[in-house]
């Protein structure tokens, strides 16, 4: 959204912005209220997600089977698990998922690589996105699921 944005204040000079140049921000407003009511829905709902999706994940890693996992771990796998979905909401709610994966997901991805972390990311975003859209309807499942989705492909990549 706020690259669009800027792209088109840098591409207007001297001249009125065409309809189809003005197609996006109609879009995102059409939307809007949608989004906030989704983020709305998420924040208020957080703790409730995170414990069903870390109670899964415990379940998937029995007797540690995906990755070791001691208590300095589990604690750090919180934290980013509600961080994720923080930045997910927030990048859904503002339309700028450019923002997500350029600004978070590509230094995110190096860490999970170098703590070799890829397999357990690859089980963990399908549950947390799962769990999301018990919380959802249809419609509003499908603003944030693209945001989780693009967490998924980047940091399991």
Same mark, same amino acid.
């Given at each position: 959204?706020?690259?669009?944005?800027?792209?088109?204040?840098?591409?207007?000079?001297?001249?009125?912005?065409?309809? =189809?140049? $003005?197609?996006? #921000?109609? *879009?995102? @407003?059409?939307?809007?209220?949608?989004? +906030?009511?989704?983020?709305?829905?998420?924040?208020?709902?957080?703790?409730?997600?995170?414990?069903?999706?870390?109670?899964?994940?415990?379940?998937?890693?029995?007797?540690?089977?995906?990755?070791?996992?001691?208590?300095?771990?589990?604690?750090?796998?919180?934290?980013?698990?509600?961080?994720?979905?923080?930045?997910?909401?927030?990048?859904?709610?503002? =339309?700028? $998922?450019?923002? #997500?994966? *350029?600004? @978070?997901?590509?230094?995110?991805?190096? +860490?999970?690589?170098?703590?070799?972390?890829?397999?357990?990311?690859?089980?963990?975003?399908?549950?947390?996105?799962?769990?999301?859209?018990?919380?959802?309807?249809?419609?509003?499942?499908?603003?944030?699921?693209?945001?989780?989705?693009?967490?998924?492909?980047?940091?399991?990549?």
């Amino acid at each position: 959204m706020f690259k669009e944005l800027g792209r088109l204040n840098l591409d207007l000079n001297d001249r009125y912005a065409t309809d =189809d140049e $003005l197609q996006f #921000l109609e *879009d995102y @407003l059409n939307s809007a209220e949608k989004r +906030i009511s989704v983020y709305e829905k998420i924040r208020d709902n957080e703790q409730s997600i995170l414990e069903e999706v870390e109670a899964k994940m415990h379940e998937l890693n029995k007797n540690n089977v995906l990755f070791r996992m001691g208590e300095h771990e589990i604690q750090i796998c919180s934290r980013d698990r509600k961080n994720a979905v923080r930045y997910a909401s927030a990048a859904m709610l503002i =339309d700028d $998922l450019d923002r #997500l994966r *350029d600004g @978070l997901l590509i230094w995110v991805q190096t +860490i999970v690589r170098a703590i070799g972390y890829k397999h357990f990311v690859k089980t963990h975003y399908p549950v947390i996105q799962e769990v999301i859209q018990k919380y959802l309807t249809p419609e509003e499942a499908a603003l944030i699921m693209p945001a989780l989705q693009l967490d998924h492909t980047i940091l399991s990549a």
